[in-house]
């Protein structure tokens, strides 16, 4: 099947692409398989799977993809530490996980088990009794935990009305939930996606409350060590935002990716929505010479 070739700049118009999703091989609700359906059925080309912190799901969505006629990027969402900030960091790999990357997967498995016992420490004392078990059953699986299975926990318990509410009481940057500590610091997460052949794409970076300078100062540690994108669009966010985010971009010579981050169907963040990207002279990461083929390579 002929597969819908990519634009070589970003011109405004809609895209068929959406490089940041999470699959139940982490905190999502969908198995890798329908997720790629998902994304199938609402018209995207091009997709990557980005769980966090594992690839264990790739095998699987890379088969749906074939199926599907999708071109699939394997890819991660490695959690680092910033400053006393957690950071997420995108690995887009063409080549799968290899070198560093592979004992570097192994050491955030381990620190999401040993941040899962800490964190349901903490919430129990906030009056989340059997917090580790009840963030395993909101899991429904064997996988390492994150961040959102405790807060279903929270809403299920009834201590918290929504997700949203347990972040930004509990779990959230700087709340009792929020353990940074077992991460490994930006630069070598970083260095892990570059050792496996990958392009290091540092993950919506306006969600993390920074002023416009300590952005710029993320972002200048990020291309310091080697990293060479960042999310210029992330679901849903105003175009003058963008616009200067673009902006700061350019001036550290940084491509520019876009994601949904979908997790979960049912809410308004599903496969391939978001904002349009406005006309920017920030290249698309599609273009990096390490990615340039998907652009124009159809599936099997």
Same mark, same amino acid.
């Given at each position: 099947?002929?597969?819908?070739?990519?634009?070589?700049?970003?011109?405004?118009?809609?895209?068929?692409?959406?490089? &940041? *999703?999470?699959? !139940?091989?982490? +905190?999502?609700?969908?198995?890798? %398989?329908?997720?790629? =359906?998902?994304?199938?059925?609402? @018209?995207?080309? &091009? *997709?990557?799977? !980005?769980?966090? +912190?594992?690839?264990?799901?790739? %095998?699987?969505?890379? =088969?749906?993809?074939?199926?599907? @006629?999708?071109?699939?990027?394997?890819? !991660?969402?490695?959690?680092?530490?910033?400053?006393?900030?957690?950071?997420?960091?995108?690995?887009?790999?063409?080549?799968?996980?290899?070198?560093?990357?592979?004992?570097?997967?192994?050491?955030?498995?381990?620190?999401?088990?040993?941040?899962?016992?800490?964190?349901?420490?903490?919430?129990?004392?906030?009056?989340?009794?059997?917090?580790?078990?009840?963030?395993?059953?909101?899991?429904?699986?064997?996988?390492?935990?994150?961040?959102?299975?405790?807060?279903?926990?929270?809403?299920?318990?009834?201590?918290?009305?929504?997700?949203?509410?347990?972040?930004?009481?509990?779990?959230?940057?700087?709340?009792?939930?929020?353990?940074?500590?077992?991460?490994?610091?930006?630069?070598?997460?970083?260095?892990?996606?570059?050792?496996?052949?990958?392009?290091?794409?540092?993950?919506?970076?306006?969600?993390?409350?920074?002023?416009?300078?300590?952005?710029?100062?993320?972002?200048?540690?990020?291309?310091?060590?080697?990293?060479?994108?960042?999310?210029?669009?992330?679901?849903?966010?105003?175009?003058?935002?963008?616009?200067?985010?673009?902006?700061?971009?350019?001036?550290?010579?940084?491509?520019?990716?876009?994601?949904?981050?979908?997790?979960?169907?049912?809410?308004?963040?599903?496969?391939?929505?978001?904002?349009?990207?406005?006309?920017?002279?920030?290249?698309?990461?599609?273009?990096?010479?390490?990615?340039?083929?998907?652009?124009?390579?159809?599936?099997?």
């Amino acid at each position: 099947m002929p597969m819908t070739a990519l634009p070589l700049r970003f011109e405004g118009e809609p895209i068929t692409i959406d490089l &940041h *999703m999470h699959s !139940t091989a982490s +905190d999502g609700t969908l198995p890798p %398989a329908e997720v790629v =359906a998902l994304c199938r059925a609402r @018209g995207l080309s &091009h *997709m990557a799977l !980005t769980d966090h +912190d594992t690839m264990d799901g790739i %095998a699987k969505a890379q =088969a749906a993809a074939s199926r599907e @006629g999708i071109q699939l990027i394997p890819g !991660t969402e490695l959690s680092t530490q910033w400053r006393g900030c957690n950071i997420h960091v995108v690995g887009l790999l063409p080549e799968g996980p290899r070198g560093a990357l592979v004992p570097g997967l192994v050491a955030q498995a381990e620190a999401r088990e040993q941040r899962s016992w800490r964190i349901a420490e903490r919430l129990e004392k906030v009056g989340l009794s059997d917090a580790l078990a009840r963030a395993r059953e909101q899991a429904g699986s064997a996988r390492p935990l994150g961040r959102p299975d405790f807060a279903r926990a929270l809403v299920a318990a009834g201590l918290v009305p929504d997700i949203g509410t347990a972040f930004k009481k509990h779990l959230g940057n700087g709340k009792a939930g929020d353990i940074k500590a077992h991460w490994p610091f930006l630069s070598a997460a970083v260095a892990w996606i570059l050792d496996a052949g990958g392009v290091a794409v540092l993950a919506h970076p306006l969600r993390h409350g920074l002023t416009r300078r300590k952005r710029g100062l993320l972002l200048d540690d990020f291309a310091a060590a080697g990293g060479q994108a960042a999310e210029l669009v992330s679901g849903f966010q105003n175009p003058d935002v963008t616009r200067d985010l673009a902006r700061q971009l350019q001036e550290r010579d940084l491509y520019g990716s876009v994601g949904s981050d979908f997790h979960f169907p049912g809410g308004h963040l599903a496969p391939g929505s978001m904002s349009p990207v406005p006309r920017t002279a920030t290249p698309p990461v599609w273009i990096h010479p390490l990615l340039a083929g998907i652009a124009s390579t159809a599936a099997a």
